[in-house]
């Protein structure tokens, strides 16, 4: 039987793989609060009968936290293929912003099509399911899965991911394949499917500035003791240069030039930069002023203050010097960056840096280095293909400004490579109240695993 | 009868005079506390009960707070000096703190002598009630109170004074005196007698920057999007300079250089700012590197994040580049500097400094300028010399770095400087658990009244 058949079957079958996808959206997995346990368990035992009955040899494997769902299928030849998702949601708050149930899924009209919405629509279940589907179809036209197939779900994924390393290195051998698939990922402003080939790393650092051995008046003591919150205004202030790069010493090292053909295909993609900006409000690109974009966004680090807090933040005014200065800084690694060579070079200038009577306290983070994917193993521009034939317009290889772990995670633990591929489009409202997933994502996703897995099995 | 006398009668009376501190100490004038606002005024009326039994013509004034309790005395001549002072306290939190009832006060024996503990023993019913106590004794040896006197106290110094300035407005010619004397401040050093001529004025703003519509990701936008805590971290690192000093523009206009007479008494104190800022931690002076210790507490003005915050604050950490940063900046004032112009030149530079895609937003608070007492006043001499008498040793016209509003409001509502004589500690732990007043300050301090009395009446 052909593709085109399995194509068609796909789409026959719609009507029924929105109301799987429904069911899964009714169960409240929400990972991170312990009353929603029994839910986790639930959701991974649909999932794992779901796949048993398209010929998985599927089952929730416990861990300390939520169940893992492994399922082995198909003997064909061509790529083992490894395909993660995850079954878990985040909360609902504030549920008062919700317009229905978060676990009532709704299907919408809303002037840009029909709309699925609930906690999880995109996030990850409408995007796992678009997998399992393709599966289904496959299954039900050709009588065997595709090619050999594992099927890899996390319940942990937003509650920070707490047993996937101990599961990871547990079951290795179980889990190793050729190739990883991770739909959990978008389409390209919206519009454009995309294949992720790299992603930026991260090293974090959150530290505390003492001086003083309690809050004082400012009154009393300003102007003759020292403020924590100027050391650390300072400090901060002077983590960039004018030009919008990053001052510390070696913070460069490691970082390469985008490879021409990569930078050939990002200017292609014409990315409009205004409209990215003016969805949030902002209108000017902030980041080092010599550096397009695309490239401040996916191929250049960074280092971010995300919190600072210290003194007297209520309302009113209480003229304290405070004892003690907080921040939080977060730096995004491309290329070969070591986050522990980054750590080690901000802990080094705070130090070179502090004044008489102020001590630092440093936290014990790690990092994860910039993931790049080996663009020249065929199966990229074989999925990068079969991606632009169903969407009818060219699949991008593109960068990701955010960390994926579970994507360094194989590589680092399993030895094989990601393939990050997925169908969300920026306004699905993930992490947030009224979250959606388009149908026509959802259905043309599906197709689009459809030819995937075609292609490369 | 002569001054001695009456300093006898202070010796015979002190346990009586203890007595009744400890009463007043005993009713919890809470102001700040809604539910205590039945103990403000029975501390209102217990005062004017007392006042009226030395001969005052004293009553509680109503107002749309806690009472102001008002007694005139006296006819005979000299100046005629307005007493103030307050009878109400801070809150106690956290009781679990206190070793005893707050409001049950204890004489105790310490290693360095008896102390009275209990809130307010301090700040400021023992304070207020030397100047009663000396009264008392006067008037008991004499038969009349000394010279031409106003009591005037309040009851909502610890929180705000709201009322303050409409009923001295509305009470003008009332209260007007020749000067007013303040019993609401220190030793110097734990002690030296000390007169405050000379108190900071206080200009403060609170302000946000904003610049994206909502929270991002520092994945998905880090290095494109505008981070206003970097912006704010610039911001606030550019208010000094290298040696200390303030960087806006026109900032020092109306800055004076220390007289050389007031410059050579403050010599003369020999100010041990180690010990001073070894108590709290510090050993080096943090100000303008070419002033003394004392200039930058008390006669140069200061530059002082109170507060600051944005982003996430909480545990662990979330990557997020937030649509928001906060600040509390306060400025300490001297000389002529004008705290209208002051904000004005913070709000330039903000706004000169201030990113494309970025906005600020200031809050309406107003601020204070410095009070210089005119210490040519012949009485300033007259009461050092009495106050040297009675310690032992010469006592300072001091600074005070923070504000005393109400000496600024006397001066600007009535037209009258203010003497500021206290005999508290700095170990006294007022607005803290476990406040003392030493017995040793108390009994001095209502001898040092008694001869200010005779001094300048």
């Known amino acids: 039987m052909s593709l085109q058949d399995v194509l068609a079957r796909i789409d026959r079958d719609l009507p029924e793989a929105?109301?799987?996808?429904?069911?899964?959206?009714?169960?409240?997995?929400?990972?991170?609060?312990?009353?929603?346990?029994?839910?986790?368990?639930?959701?991974?035992?649909?999932?794992?009968?779901?796949?048993?009955?398209?010929?998985?040899?599927?089952?929730?494997?416990?861990?300390?936290?939520?169940?893992?769902?492994?399922?082995?299928?198909?003997?064909?030849?061509?790529?083992?293929?490894?395909?993660?998702?995850?079954?878990?949601?985040?909360?609902?708050?504030?549920?008062?912003?919700?317009?229905?149930?978060?676990?009532?899924?709704?299907?919408?009209?809303?002037?840009?099509?029909?709309?699925?919405?609930?906690?999880?629509?995109?996030?990850d279940k409408g995007q796992l399911m678009t997998f399992?589907?393709?599966?289904?179809?496959?299954?039900?036209?050709n009588g065997t899965l595709p090619g050999r197939l594992t099927i890899f779900l996390e319940g942990e994924e937003e509650s920070g991911s707490p047993s996937l390393i101990p599961f990871l290195k547990d079951n290795a051998a179980e889990l190793k394949a050729d190739l990883a698939l991770i739909c959990d990922t978008g389409l390209f402003a919206d519009r454009v499917p995309a294949i992720v080939t790299q992603l930026r790393g991260l090293a974090k650092v959150e530290f505390t500035i003492r001086a003083a051995s309690?809050?004082?008046?400012?009154?009393?003591?300003?102007?003759?003791?020292?403020?924590?919150?100027?050391?650390?205004?300072?400090?901060?202030?002077?983590l960039h240069d004018d030009k919008g790069r990053v001052t510390l010493p070696g913070f460069y090292d490691g970082v390469t030039e985008l490879p021409e053909?990569?930078?050939?295909?990002?200017?292609?993609?014409?990315?409009?930069?205004?409209?990215?900006?003016?969805?949030?409000?902002?209108?000017?690109?902030?980041?080092?002023?010599d550096r397009t974009p695309l490239e401040m966004l996916w191929s250049r680090?960074?280092?971010?203050?995300?919190?600072?807090?210290?003194?007297?933040?209520?309302?009113?005014?209480?003229?304290?010097?405070?004892?003690?200065?907080?921040?939080?800084?977060?730096?995004?690694?491309?290329?070969?960056?070591?986050?522990?060579?980054?750590?080690?070079?901000?802990?080094?200038?705070?130090?070179?840096?502090?004044?008489?009577?102020?001590?630092?306290?440093?936290?014990?983070?790690?990092?994860?280095p910039a993931s790049h994917m080996a663009v020249t193993d065929p199966a990229f521009e074989l999925a990068r293909k079969a991606l632009s034939d169903e969407w009818g317009m060219p699949a991008a290889f593109i960068g990701e400004g955010g960390s994926i772990p579970v994507a360094g995670y194989f590589k680092t633990y399993l030895g094989m490579d990601a393939m990050l591929i997925g169908f969300s489009k920026d306004d699905d409202q993930i992490h947030s109240p009224n979250e959606k997933y388009d149908l026509d994502c959802f259905h043309k996703g599906i197709r689009s695993w459809a030819r995937i897995l075609a292609a490369l099995t």
């Not at 008062?96 to 709704?106: A, I, N, T």
């Not at 919150?229 to 400090?235: K, N, Q």
């Not at 750590?343 to 070179?352: E, I, K």
Request: proline residues 7%.
């Open 18 to 123: 929105v109301a799987r996808l429904e069911t899964l959206l009714r169960i409240p997995s929400i990972s991170t609060d312990p009353a929603y346990r029994s839910d986790c368990a639930k959701a991974a035992d649909w999932l794992v009968e779901d796949l048993r009955g398209i010929g998985f040899d599927a089952s929730a494997r416990p861990t300390p936290g939520h169940p893992m769902v492994m399922g082995h299928g198909g003997n064909g030849g061509g790529r083992h293929l490894l395909f993660y998702g995850h079954y878990d949601v985040q909360p609902v708050d504030p549920l008062e912003l919700w317009h229905s149930d978060p676990f009532g899924p709704q299907i919408e009209d809303t002037p840009r099509g029909k709309v699925i919405r609930g906690r999880g629509a995109s996030d």
């Open 261 to 289: 053909d990569i930078r050939a295909q990002w200017q292609g993609l014409a990315f409009d930069h205004a409209a990215f900006l003016g969805d949030v409000g902002l209108s000017v690109p902030a980041g080092e002023q």
């Open 132 to 141: 399992i589907e393709a599966c289904r179809a496959w299954k039900a036209v």
């Open 214 to 238: 309690r809050d004082l008046h400012s009154g009393g003591y300003g102007g003759l003791a020292i403020n924590p919150l100027r050391v650390m205004a300072r400090l901060l202030a002077g």
């Open 301 to 368: 680090p960074t280092c971010e203050i995300n919190g600072l807090w210290g003194g007297y933040t209520g309302a009113g005014f209480k003229t304290v010097l405070p004892a003690e200065a907080h921040a939080k800084v977060s730096f995004r690694l491309v290329g070969q960056q070591d986050p522990a060579k980054i750590r080690a070079a901000f802990f080094d200038y705070v130090r070179a840096n502090l004044p008489a009577d102020c001590t630092v306290e440093f936290d014990q983070s790690t990092g994860s």
